[in-house]
């Protein structure tokens, strides 16, 4: 591989030689898109410092049929654990985040989706003046593309429904496609979910109205295959020979160096068994992720003064949101078993055991559902007025949120079909077994992930001592607050319903999870299920937050030349899977970095 970009630790001095422009400090999601747009420009140098390790032509990061392997494996993941939930009944839950070239983009489940339009504009509401739906929109469409293989979207006749052109990227790096096949069985489960939900297919989930049920896209490249798309494969592998982009792996940044006048100077990173410093001659930009930045800034002095103060850490600048705020949407899931001589056996194999056959097309649906189509006039005022006694909310957040709850236009739940067996029972504590292995049962098994859109719960993640290689402290605050229990048991009870549908019923065997005898219609019984059987979707956010740690141009309040992008600037929860939106938060900083820096005219 003939490279320039790339250094390891043994040309470690080399790297330190370097006058950077740029300091990028984590080669993930939005690390390396944003690497990649600055350097465009090549008169401009940008250092990316990762602590993960390039992992090119890595079968188990690139055949999606294989990312088990991934999870909870040092070599992929930072292997972090959240502090015990009391709203699942204590458990500690794996945080899984991405420890390699890529980041989170390279060990995740590849679903792309795009949040509701309001979801965007309640930004803009929250005092964050340029992002709005209508002008984030151009960004999504920037870094993806949807592919066509064979000049066609999908097999003929399978799409769910019509794709407008415009509402999707056509030339972006990140390269999106539909499933190539659907398991028979489901055919039938979609019949059985439109007539219990009643809800007409979108016409065009993917321009901020996602309602309904329809197909599932992933970031999946299958001109040839299947070979999952990533930050890596789509921002750093093409830009390899780029003179003025040198990315620096398994170095991991301890802090940021901060002057006298609060200006980021650049940072201090562990690599090859000693300390070293290195300078940004225009900024610092921390993109570790929604863990790792909150983290980074606290260990470099700037937080809340109180909790420095307990991991011994010297406040240089107080900004007590720093690590707080830590949405989350909490997955919960439903499962039986069907008829194998009935239906065809069409596994995910994403169990480590079982992965090695094919394919990738396990999760083909994905649906948002409105709450009040999904309950009583009476429960739904009910849950309205708990909403309006959540103390974790801004006012405007928590308007937005009864505003969806109320709106039978606005989709409050989110499900995705699987085949396969979910096992949160298990999974909960280690990811890469979250589906089970079921190679050897007589049946075949169908799921749904039910998960809430406008998580009402809030969680925090903070150092807990000065050492950086301790771990944080993550509390992802899994349904601390009751509405969501209460969603999320409306969703399974939905999803009971479907599977009781007389298009599915003579296929279905038994429900297995949860077992039969718990009743989703009756609410306490439901509540009880959910809180044991809930977990993370991966989808932390919020704990640097637009507005309150850093400002709309996504800079550190308080400090020049340091800023942050990646999932912690998102200020508020977000319907749907958020990596499109990572990507396009990521895009849209790019061009503010530039606007700020005035490198449009020194190049363009
Ligand atoms: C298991 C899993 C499944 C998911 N599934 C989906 C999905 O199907 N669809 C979807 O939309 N979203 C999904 N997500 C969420 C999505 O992938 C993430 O939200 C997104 O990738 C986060 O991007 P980021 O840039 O904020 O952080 P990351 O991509 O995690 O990047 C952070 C980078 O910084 C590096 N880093 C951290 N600390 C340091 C340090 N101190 N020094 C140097 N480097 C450092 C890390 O190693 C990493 O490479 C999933 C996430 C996970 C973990």
Redesign the pocket.
């Known amino acids: 591989m003939s490279i320039n970009t790339l250094y390891g630790p043994e040309t470690l001095s080399q790297f330190l030689a370097i006058n950077f422009d740029y300091i990028i400090?984590?080669?993930?999601?939005?690390?390396l898109l944003l690497a990649a747009r600055l350097t465009e420009n090549p008169n401009i140098q940008v250092g990316v410092?990762?602590?993960?390790r390039l992992k090119k032509d890595d079968l188990n990061v690139d055949d999606p049929a294989r990312l088990a392997r991934t999870?909870y494996n040092p070599e992929y993941d930072?292997l972090y654990r959240s502090t015990p939930q009391t709203g699942t009944n204590d458990k500690v839950h794996h945080v899984?985040?991405?420890?390699?070239?890529?980041?989170?983009?390279g060990?995740?489940?590849?679903?792309?989706?795009r949040p509701a339009a309001e979801d965007i504009d309640l930004w803009e509401t929250l005092g964050n003046k340029g992002w709005s739906w209508k002008e984030l929109m151009p960004y999504y469409l920037k870094s993806q593309s949807l592919e066509t293989v064979n000049g066609m979207k999908a097999p003929r006749g399978q799409t769910l429904c019509r794709d407008v052109p415009q509402s999707h990227g056509h030339r972006g790096p990140i390269l999106t496609s539909y499933p190539r096949r659907r398991a028979l069985f489901e055919k039938r489960v979609i019949r059985a979910f439109d007539e219990t939900s009643n809800i007409p297919r979108p016409k065009d989930p993917w321009s901020g109205r996602p309602l309904g049920l329809y197909d599932h896209l992933s970031t999946i490249r299958r001109d040839d295959g299947a070979t999952r798309s990533y930050?890596a494969s789509a921002f750093l592998y093409p830009n390899f020979r780029r003179e003025n982009l040198k990315v620096l792996t398994e170095?991991?940044?301890?802090k940021v160096l901060l002057d006298k006048q609060f200006k980021a100077e650049g940072v201090e990173?562990f690599c090859a068994g000693t300390m070293h410093r290195i300078f940004a001659s225009r900024e610092a930009i921390l993109?570790?992720?929604?863990v790792?930045s909150p983290r980074?800034l606290e260990l470099s002095g700037i937080g809340n003064p109180k909790l420095l103060r307990r991991a011994d850490i010297d406040c240089v600048l107080p900004l007590s949101d720093v690590g707080e705020n830590l949405c989350e949407h909490p997955m919960t899931s439903i499962t039986y078993a069907l008829d194998e001589t009935k239906s065809s056996r069409d596994n995910l194999h994403l169990c480590q055991e079982a992965c090695d056959d094919d394919t990738s097309d396990g999760v083909s649906l994905m649906a948002f559902l409105p709450y009040s189509s999904l309950v009583s006039p009476k429960e739904l005022e009910e849950t309205v007025s708990k909403v309006t006694q959540s103390t974790q909310l801004l006012e405007q957040e928590r308007d937005s949120v009864i505003a969806r709850l109320r709106d039978p236009g606005s989709g409050a739940l989110q499900f995705n079909g699987i085949t396969a067996m979910v096992d949160i029972g298990v999974g909960h504590a280690d990811?890469s077994k979250l589906i089970a292995d079921t190679s050897g049962h007589e049946n075949t098994y169908y799921s749904f992930h039910v998960t809430t859109t406008s998580t009402l719960s809030r969680g925090s993640t903070h150092v807990a001592s000065s050492d950086p290689f301790a771990a944080p402290a993550i509390d992802l605050g899994l349904l601390r607050d009751p509405t969501d229990v209460d969603l999320l048991c409306a969703g399974l009870e939905f999803a009971d319903k479907v599977f009781s549908s007389s298009h599915v019923s003579d296929q279905v065997v038994t429900r297995v999870i949860p077992s039969p005898d718990v009743d989703l219609g009756d609410r306490e019984q439901g509540c009880r299920f959910v809180r044991d059987w809930t977990t993370s979707f991966?989808?932390?956010?919020g704990t640097c937050a637009m507005g309150r740690v850093v400002d709309e141009r996504l800079r550190v309040k308080g400090i020049s030349g340091l800023r942050v992008v990646?999932?912690?600037v998102i200020p508020t929860q977000i319907s749907g899977?958020?990596?499109?939106t990572?990507y396009a938060v990521a895009e849209k900083a790019a061009d503010l970095i530039k606007e700020d820096c005035d490198l449009s005219t020194e190049y363009y």
């Not at 410092?49 to 993960?52: F, M, V």
């Not at 899984?96 to 983009?105: D, F, H, N, P």
């Open positions: 400090v984590g080669g993930g999601t939005a690390g410092i990762e602590a993960g999870l930072w899984a985040r991405g420890k390699l070239l890529g980041g989170s983009s060990i995740n489940y590849m679903a792309y989706c930050a170095a991991t940044v301890c990173l993109s570790a992720g929604p790792q980074l990811q991966n989808h932390l956010l990646d999932a912690s899977n958020i990596m499109a990572v």
